[in-house]
C-alpha cells in the first residue's frame, strides 16, 4: 500500500484534519462529511483549491460505504465512542479528536472494540507533538533537572460560545439574545467539566515523564460565568503517579483572557517550564548560573523554524505520523490504551470533584499493568539542544 484512503467526519475542528490530510503526499481523503450544510460549504473551498475529487456527504454511514482505510473522528466530544467504533466495525482504523470519549464505560467499550477488530486506534492529541516536548523527555533522560517530583500544566481557553443554531453556527448566551436565537441549542462542552479536557496538558507531562496517573482530588472553582452558566469556571486536579510524582492540572473555559498553555517540571536539581504566549522555553538545571537566571530554547508549540499547520505545526505533525504508522505496518503513537491514560483521568477527576475533593484511584484499564510508553518508538528526540540564551523578560 502505497497511499491510504481518508474519511473525515466532522468539518468543523475536522476542517483542519481535512486541510492536512490533503496536503500528505501518501494520503488520499476519499470523502469528509457534515451534517451542516454551513461546514460542506467551507470544506468545498478547501477541496477545490487542492483540485481534489473528495466527495462532501451529509451522512456518516454513507462515508463508511466508501469503505476507506481510516477515518478521522472530529465529531461531537459525547459520540466519539460511539462514531470510532461504528468506524472499525465497518474495517477502517481511527484516527480520534480528544477527548476521545465521556465516560469510563465509554472507554472500556472503545478497548474492547479494539482488541476485537485488530485495526488502529490513535488519539489525535495534537499538543505531544509540540516542539519543547522532546527536549523536554531529552533532559529527564539525561538526568539535568533531578528527580522530578512536581510537574503541572494548565489549559487556558476562553469558550464563551457554548450554543448553536440550526444551521451549524456557534453563539454565546449574549450573542443569542441579541439576534433573538430562540432556537440555539447548547453545544457538547457547554455543560462539560473543564477537568475532563485535559488530555492537552496531561498527555505531554505523562510521555515526558513516562508515567501514568493513578490517583486523583479534584475541586471546582463557583460558576459566575454569564456566557457559560452551565459548567464550573475552572477546576484544579492534583493526580499522583505511578512514580510517586505530583502532577496539577487546571483547565478554565470561562476566564477572559488570551488563550494558551502553560507547562512546568519541577526537579530536584533543575526546572522548566514552557508558556506558549512567550514562544519559547525557559530552563534552568546545573549548568545555570544563579547570577543570570533562567536560559531559554527559541522552541515552545512550534519547534525551530516549523509553524506550518494548525497548533503550530502539530495537527500536521499527527496526520503524518498516524499516516506512516499505517503504511509501515507500526502500532499507533499513542494508542487506545494511551487514550485512556489520557481522557479517564479527567473523568475520574470531575467525579472526585462532584464528591467535594474526595481522594480517588484511577483504574489500569490495561489487560497487562503500565510498564512504560510506547510513544517515544515513533518520535525522535533530538540529539542536541539549539543554541540557547538568558532569559530577557519583555518590559
Known amino acids: 500500500m502505497e497511499k491510504i484512503s481518508v474519511g473525515v467526519l466532522g468539518l468543523r475542528r475536522g476542517i483542519a484534519h481535512l486541510r492536512n490530510f490533503l496536503a500528505l503526499d501518501h494520503a488520499e481523503v476519499v470523502a469528509a462529511c457534515d451534517r451542516f450544510p454551513y461546514y460542506r460549504d467551507q470544506a468545498r473551498v478547501l477541496v477545490d483549491r ?22 478521522v473522528i472530529a465529531s461531537n466530544g459525547r459520540r466519539q465512542v460511539e462514531h470510532a467504533c461504528m468506524a472499525l466495525e465497518a474495517g477502517c482504523h481511527v484516527l480520534s479528536e480528544v477527548p476521545g470519549a465521556d465516560t469510563e464505560h465509554e472507554l472500556i467499550r472503545l478497548r474492547d472494540t479494539v482488541e476485537r477488530t485488530g485495526l488502529t486506534y490513535m488519539l489525535a492529541e495534537n499538543a505531544c507533538y509540540a516542539g519543547f516536548v522532546p527536549y523536554w523527555r531529552k533532559w529527564i533522560l539525561e538526568d539535568r533537572l533531578g528527580p522530578v517530583s512536581i510537574a503541572e500544566a494548565e489549559y487556558l481557553h476562553y469558550l464563551p460560545e457554548t450554543l448553536f443554531t440550526p444551521d451549524g453556527k456557534r453563539l454565546s448566551p449574549h450573542q443569542a439574545r441579541s439576534a433573538g436565537a430562540v432556537n440555539a441549542r447548547p453545544i457538547w462542552r457547554a455543560d462539560q467539566p473543564p477537568i475532563q479536557y485535559l488530555t492537552h496538558d496531561l498527555g505531554p507531562l505523562l510521555e515526558i515523564l513516562d508515567d501514568r496517573a493513578v490517583s486523583v482530588t479534584c475541586l471546582s472553582a463557583p460558576w459566575r460565568c454569564r456566557e457559560a452558566p452551565l459548567r464550573s469556571d475552572g477546576q484544579i486536579a492534583l493526580f499522583h503517579t505511578q512514580k510517586g510524582t505530583l502532577i496539577k492540572i487546571m483547565v478554565t473555559l470561562n476566564t477572559v483572557r488570551p488563550s494558551e498553555h502553560r507547562y512546568r517540571l519541577f526537579g530536584t536539581e533543575g526546572s522548566a517550564e514552557m508558556f506558549t504566549y512567550e514562544e519559547c522555553t525557559r530552563y534552568f538545571d546545573s549548568g545555570c548560573s544563579h547570577s543570570e537566571g533562567w536560559r531559554v530554547l527559541p522552541v515552545s508549540r512550534s519547534a525551530v523554524d516549523d509553524a506550518t499547520g494548525g497548533h503550530g505545526g502539530t495537527d500536521l505533525k499527527v496526520a503524518g505520523q498516524f499516516t506512516d504508522n499505517l503504511l509501515s505496518d507500526r502500532p499507533a503513537s499513542i494508542d487506545v490504551y494511551r487514550a485512556i491514560e489520557y481522557a479517564l483521568p479527567g473523568i475520574i477527576a470531575a467525579r472526585s470533584s462532584d464528591l467535594g475533593g474526595a481522594h480517588i484511584a484511577i483504574p489500569d484499564l490495561r489487560r497487562t499493568p503500565f510498564s512504560g510508553t510506547d510513544f517515544w518508538d515513533t518520535l525522535q528526540i533530538p540529539e542536541s539542544d539549539p543554541p540557547s540564551s538568558v532569559y530577557r523578560p519583555p518590559l
Open 50 to 71: 487542492h483540485g481534489s475529487s473528495t466527495e462532501l456527504l451529509a451522512e456518516y454511514d454513507d462515508l463508511l460505504e466508501r469503505k476507506p482505510d481510516a477515518v
